[in-house]
């Protein structure tokens, strides 16, 4: 059933729908490919739950753009909605309608900026706007410091700083690291009066270099400069708008004019030096074709201090499983027929610490000759540190217009570091 | 579905400018979600045309969308909505300015054309940037309807001086605009003022303005040397930018300007590398299989710059089916002896997937690995055996397939393989599985001493066997191995011989015919040419 259909220009017809849903949607092979050219018009599309977004064009494109407009429409789209499903999107039909207007005409993207798409496409719709509100959002429009506003007050200024990773991890069965990264995202609330300018500083390695030779720095001169073992090497970073470019090219220091609110300051990954929170140590063993014997042992490798929460272990099992008794002396573990996996639950674990885990799964003698690939075992988690060792040095505020000084801003910092592909082979 | 319209209609009559906006929100979304399933609301255009003039926003936007779409058909009663449109087009909101303007164009009738170039000169000169932008992607709209409408330039010359505007967008815009209207002159040509402004003007630009540019200004042909380094160095930053549509349209641009210095491309490609390693292993799956068919086009020649990357090549288990596909393909030819062992691992755990097709193209894997590292060989034995030794139908079927490129006479322990395989060839429930192992047969019948008697159940079994595609390689067969075995097979291949040429197959019959006149010829240069047939066999 098509949801919501928009033509920008006038080569593609009706019986493209037709089409694609003929040839991709109910095609039989299992390989599709995200591109399909038919009758010299191509699709291309992607796949979320049982949505498929589609956009179709009859001329050369850039393939990666394209996709990386979907993904980025997708994104928009969460942004306003929350999930991509079905009933969220009759719901929000006409909202929807809305983007597609405003973030591709003709053909071609335009801005996609969700900020800026957020002053005015609201889901309360648009009152009639007085004259004063017109020319902001002209002006946001046009990217002047469109991203704050003139005489914000509060009696408290705060600021809210939280350090969001998520580690991927794939190990083989022998405990090598395959691959490993983590991408993070510094998501900052700031309730602070005025244009404050602020400064971040961070441990990041090159950051670090250059500060090092700088005056002035409280957190060097207490914490010692550049020492190897505190300082991450960031592979790469993106900023939000406010961020002065020119001033990171120059000084290596982040220095920006916050929006009020909410928003997101900057994005990074790692892949080099990343202290992994768990170490999964499988062991399985065949016995005969009725019984499979698994031992997992999970270590977490942090400060004894520290606590993990919401820590989930996923343990795959055969199709043919007939039945499971599990073991375990921390947590809870369930085998779910369903969802073929034994599902361990420990709801706090602290550092340093080592839980196990035995299952004794019973097989049905099938005629099935096809092996089972084991998948691996995942793991779900959140920890309280930055498992790239990403460390939030100091956040400086300046607002001279104003009397209040960097001392009176009340500061909070949370770091959470969060399980994303955690897998490991067995 | 007359009566749901008729429904719809009665819904719109007493809906006016003044009623409450979530009233006419909710009857023009159904009429929305009518028109997406195919149903002509073209009746209900009266209705929703009251609505022109609501304050309401949402309500009007959804107003002029259905307006567009059905006014093409509808001339007259559009008309009633051209007085208003143009009447918005100069309203204080530049929303609702921009709106109009983009409507007004999207009526696709030849009446309205003369509004039109109105509303765009009044657009283009515009205070806002919002109606700025909005106006020059209305100029290729309306060009697309109305192709002879450009023959005096005043407009053209509009949108040129519209390329020196401040707002980045609007720069693009009219640039694509201009690319529409003068496509058949070849689009706009781009001098060395232009692609100068555009270069200092790339950064502000959002990433799909900056895609569209990059493709643009290979257009451009830079005179000098000095020249081209200028805008390779301003260009760099693109390069490893962190979108991946701009780096690799950028990535294509730096190919073109550096033609004439061919030297430069291995820096180029490191480069590119290097960054867009990092957005794989994170990417989305249809993303990383864009990125990585690209780098596969170039595969040769960027093999080294890509070898000490060959982890993210590694499939993760939510890796859909085309994904792995590919990784799988291009992994092997990354072999350096340093971690040949590390991918051979990584690939024989999917030689044993559950998957038909992944395990065949993992076995494939393997012969490739071999092939670019002989000294894997005894691993590669090693593995071999240990799935021969499988329950899977399909794995054995997939390594007779694979099995015809290894050079197996040439391996230590290549016997030892043949004659397992060989034990198990009567799993073989599959038609390729049938054709790889006869193959396998004319290849290695000398190592194998039992090959006449396999052969001979074949045959017994032939005047049931449909498949002529089976037939024929097994007359091949026979003929090749009776060069192994001429004392066993003689008998055999004069019995094959005689069901062929009887057989109601031509082609089967014709080849049949042909080798018992080689034949009965000369046996000796039969025997020169069967061979140079197995080795043609071999290098497929």
Known sequence: ???????????????????????????????????????????????????????????????????EFLLKMVEVMQS??????????????????????????????????????????TQQGVKSQSKEETSQITSQVTGQIGWRREGIKYRRNELFLDVLESVNLLMSPQGQVLSAHVAGRIVMKSYLSGMPECKFGINDKVLMDTRGRSNMDESSSRTGATSGKSSIAIDDCQFHQCVKLSKFETEHSISFIPPDGEFELMKYRTTKDISLPFRVIPLVREVGRSKMEVKVVVKSNFKPSLLAQKVEVRIPTPLNTSGVQVICMKGRAKYKASENAIVWKIKRMGGMKECQLSAEIELLNTSD?????????????????????????????FEPKLNYSDHDVIKWVRYIGRSGHYETRC | MASELDNIAAQFEPLSVHTNPEICRAALS??????????????????MLKLLAHPDLVTKKAVYHCTAMYASKNPELSLLAVNTLMQECSDSNPLIRGLALKTLTSLNHETFVEYCLRGINQGLSDKSVYVRRVAARCCARVYQQNVDLYNDGTLVNQLYNMLRDSDPIVVVNSMMALEEILSKEGGIVINKNIANHLLNNLKDMTPWGQCYILNILQKYKPKTQDDTFNMLNILDAFLVSQNTAVTTACLQLFLSLISSLPHLRPQVFKRYIKNIVAAIPQGNPELVFHILDHLNSYREEIKAELQPHYSIFF???????????????????????????????????????????????????????FKCDASTAPIVIKKLKQLIDSENPHTIS????????????EIKGGSEIIAKIASKHQ?????????AFLSVLSQYGNLLEDSPYIIEEYVENFPNETNSVIKYQLLMTCVHVFFHHPAAMQGILGQVLELCIQDADKSVQSQALLYYRLLNHDVEHTKIITSIEMQELQEL
């Open chain 2, 30 to 47: 159904q009429v929305m979600r009518l028109h997406v399933n195919g149903i002509d609301c073209a009746r209900l255009l009266p209705g």
């Open chain 1, 80 to 121: 306003y909605f929350g999930k991509i499903t079905e009933e969220n999107v009759k719901n929000n039909f006409v909202l929807i309608y809305e983007i597609l207007d405003e973030i591709l005409d003709f053909g071609y993207p335009q801005n996609t900026d969700t900020g800026i798409l957020k002053t005015f496409i």
């Open chain 2, 398 to 409: 997939n390594i007779f397939r694979v099995v015809r490129s290894l050079n197996l006479n």
């Open chain 1, 369 to 397: 000759k096809k092996k089972w690939t084991r998948p691996p075992i995942s793991m779900n988690f959140e920890v309280p540190f930055a498992p790239s060792g990403f460390k939030v040095r100091y956040l400086k505020v």
């Open chain 1, 1 to 67: 059933e098509v949801l919501i259909s928009r033509v920008y220009r006038d080569d593609i017809g009706r019986n493209a729908v037709d089409a694609f849903r003929v040839n991709v949607i109910h095609a039989r092979q299992q390989v599709r490919s995200p591109v399909t050219n038919i009758a010299r018009t191509s699709f291309f599309h992607i796949k979320r739950s049982n949505i498929w977004l589609a956009a179709v064009t009859k001329q050369n494109v850039n393939a990666a753009m394209v996709f």
């Open chain 2, 315 to 369: 499939c993760k288990e939510s890796d859909p089916l085309y994904l792995k596909k590919l990784k799988l393909n291009m992994l092997p030819h990354l072999t350096m002896p340093s971690h040949a062992k590390e991918i051979l691992s990584e690939i024989f755990l999917h030689t044993s997937s559950s998957s038909r097709e992944i395990s065949l193209w993992a076995l494939k894997a393997v012969t490739v690995v």
């Open chain 2, 427 to 435: 799993k073989l429930t599959d038609t390729e599985g049938q054709l």
